[in-house]
């Protein structure tokens, strides 16, 4: 009887506590809360309206997000939040770095990323680019919280006080504050470039990829318009902090008067500088100003006018704010005449004056045209002024004049010989 009635007390004690458990389950509020809530959020662990969350990286705090609505799986691998007021993000110091909105938000728990979409701006307040923020509006990006940076993978457009444009593919490096860009347009106001009293003028700027940083900016594939003036470089270098660019690598600039091409430009941009320095391979054409078709009583110097100037030389220095550029070594510039003849022209140094339209050439000048005549000076001053294009010799010259037989014996115009 004794172990019958052990095993009745057991199940009786069995029975009770299931009853138990069955009373404190319909007293759980949560659970009668979860049999009034729609089905599909009953798979949920958390749901939560207009939180606020701060994501760390232990003590150190990454952003703070503002959310309508925040809904987190029983599993745990995805948090979804519905209408990111604003997303502040901070600097491995805690300061505030940038800011975000968008309609959506999902974060992998696991993958520590976050993919935000839908009416997505970033501003980012930091950047090489100015003191105003930075606007950044695409379609979605991905933030990866382990390898702190955040990346737009889509078309891409930037705003930002001096400027506007687009990019194809973009990464903000939140360490180290670095910004990369690919394939990008800039519409860059002039102003950033040039003293602020002069009128503003839009700058086209195109690359195929730039890192952007406060210290260093690397550009790479650059293309840039300036009005009529088209410039570009296989690679760039821009040190802001000292106001200092430095391209390589099969540079070119193409305006309507002058082609440029050198193998290294370097650039002093600081407020009493202003001057840049183009070196190794150094070409210039001086392309013609007439490109009417020429009368029959054109004159012999303007049809020279028709003709472009190669020249060659080892460096120029251009200081921009004075509009004077300075040519050294080895110049040689040649000029095709009519009926296949040519014109050289050899010097030490050169200055040109662009606003006085002034060429100064100094040194060993020499001007040679074969079968014609040749001159050698110390110092020629060539006017280029329109309709006044004449060649000064303040320390005058020797020189040889070239005639055939024909021309000696030839009857001037008054009949005297």
Same mark, same amino acid.
């Given at each position: 009887?004794?172990?019958?009635?052990?095993?009745?007390?057991?199940?009786?004690?069995?029975?009770?506590?299931?009853?138990?458990?069955?009373?404190?389950?319909?007293?759980?509020?949560?659970?009668?809360?979860?049999?009034?809530?729609?089905?599909?959020?009953?798979?949920?662990?958390?749901?939560?309206?207009?939180?606020?969350?701060?994501?760390?990286?232990? &003590?150190?705090?990454?952003?703070?997000?503002?959310?309508?609505?925040?809904?987190?799986?029983?599993?745990?691998?995805?948090?979804? &939040?519905?209408?990111?007021?604003?997303?502040?993000?901070?600097?491995?110091?805690?300061?505030?770095?940038?800011?975000?909105?968008?309609?959506?938000?999902?974060?992998?728990?696991? &993958?520590?990323?976050?993919?935000?979409?839908?009416?997505?701006?970033?501003?980012?307040?930091?950047?090489?680019?100015?003191?105003?923020?930075?606007?950044?509006?695409?379609?979605?990006?991905?933030?990866?919280?382990?390898?702190?940076?955040?990346?737009?993978?889509?078309?891409?457009?930037?705003?930002?006080?001096?400027?506007?444009?687009?990019?194809?593919k973009l990464r903000w490096n939140l360490a180290s504050g670095a910004i990369e860009l690919e394939q990008g347009v800039l519409h860059l106001s002039s102003a950033v470039l040039q003293e602020r009293t002069q009128p503003q003028r839009e700058v086209d700027i195109r690359w195929d990829s730039a890192t952007l940083r406060s210290d260093r900016s690397e550009v790479k594939g650059l293309r840039l318009k300036d009005g009529d003036t088209l410039a570009t470089a296989e690679r760039a270098d821009v040190f802001d902090r000292r106001r200092y660019a430095l391209a390589t690598g099969k540079l070119r600039l193409e305006d309507p008067r002058v082609d440029l091409e050198g193998a290294k430009l370097e650039i002093w941009y600081g407020e009493n500088q202003k001057r840049a320095l183009l070196q190794n391979q150094v070409r210039m054409r001086i392309k013609p100003r007439d490109t009417q078709p020429p009368s029959e009583e054109e004159t012999e110097l303007e049809q020279a006018k028709r003709y472009p100037i190669d020249a060659t030389c080892n460096e120029i220095e251009y200081f921009y704010r004075r509009k004077v550029a300075y040519l050294r070594g080895n110049i040689k510039a040649v000029q095709q005449l009519p009926e296949g003849r040519t014109r050289t022209l050899t010097a030490d140094e050169a200055e040109y004056d662009q606003k006085n339209e002034r060429l100064i050439l100094k040194g060993k000048v020499t001007l040679d045209e074969p079968d014609r005549i040749r001159l050698e000076t110390t110092l020629a001053i060539v006017s280029l002024v329109e309709g006044e294009e004449t060649v000064e010799l303040p320390q005058g010259a020797t020189g040889v004049f070239y005639y055939t037989e024909e021309d000696e014996e030839a009857s001037p115009p008054n009949g005297n010989r």
């Amino acid at each position: 009887m004794r172990p019958l009635l052990n095993l009745s007390l057991l199940i009786l004690g069995a029975l009770a506590l299931l009853w138990g458990i069955e009373l404190v389950r319909r007293q759980d509020p949560f659970l009668r809360f979860l049999n009034t809530v729609p089905s599909d959020l009953q798979q949920l662990e958390l749901y939560l309206e207009r939180p606020i969350l701060t994501l760390r990286d232990g &003590a150190r705090p990454l952003a703070t997000l503002q959310l309508e609505r925040l809904e987190i799986e029983r599993n745990r691998v995805h948090w979804r &939040a519905v209408g990111l007021q604003h997303a502040s993000i901070y600097d491995e110091h805690g300061k505030a770095i940038g800011s975000a909105r968008a309609r959506e938000l999902v974060y992998n728990y696991p &993958a520590k990323r976050l993919h935000i979409s839908g009416d997505l701006t970033l501003r980012i307040t930091r950047h090489p680019l100015g003191n105003q923020p930075l606007t950044v509006q695409t379609a979605y990006l991905n933030w990866d919280l382990r390898g702190q940076h955040i990346d737009a993978e889509l078309p891409t457009r930037l705003r930002w006080s001096d400027g506007q444009g687009g990019i194809k593919k973009l990464r903000w490096n939140l360490a180290s504050g670095a910004i990369e860009l690919e394939q990008g347009v800039l519409h860059l106001s002039s102003a950033v470039l040039q003293e602020r009293t002069q009128p503003q003028r839009e700058v086209d700027i195109r690359w195929d990829s730039a890192t952007l940083r406060s210290d260093r900016s690397e550009v790479k594939g650059l293309r840039l318009k300036d009005g009529d003036t088209l410039a570009t470089a296989e690679r760039a270098d821009v040190f802001d902090r000292r106001r200092y660019a430095l391209a390589t690598g099969k540079l070119r600039l193409e305006d309507p008067r002058v082609d440029l091409e050198g193998a290294k430009l370097e650039i002093w941009y600081g407020e009493n500088q202003k001057r840049a320095l183009l070196q190794n391979q150094v070409r210039m054409r001086i392309k013609p100003r007439d490109t009417q078709p020429p009368s029959e009583e054109e004159t012999e110097l303007e049809q020279a006018k028709r003709y472009p100037i190669d020249a060659t030389c080892n460096e120029i220095e251009y200081f921009y704010r004075r509009k004077v550029a300075y040519l050294r070594g080895n110049i040689k510039a040649v000029q095709q005449l009519p009926e296949g003849r040519t014109r050289t022209l050899t010097a030490d140094e050169a200055e040109y004056d662009q606003k006085n339209e002034r060429l100064i050439l100094k040194g060993k000048v020499t001007l040679d045209e074969p079968d014609r005549i040749r001159l050698e000076t110390t110092l020629a001053i060539v006017s280029l002024v329109e309709g006044e294009e004449t060649v000064e010799l303040p320390q005058g010259a020797t020189g040889v004049f070239y005639y055939t037989e024909e021309d000696e014996e030839a009857s001037p115009p008054n009949g005297n010989r």
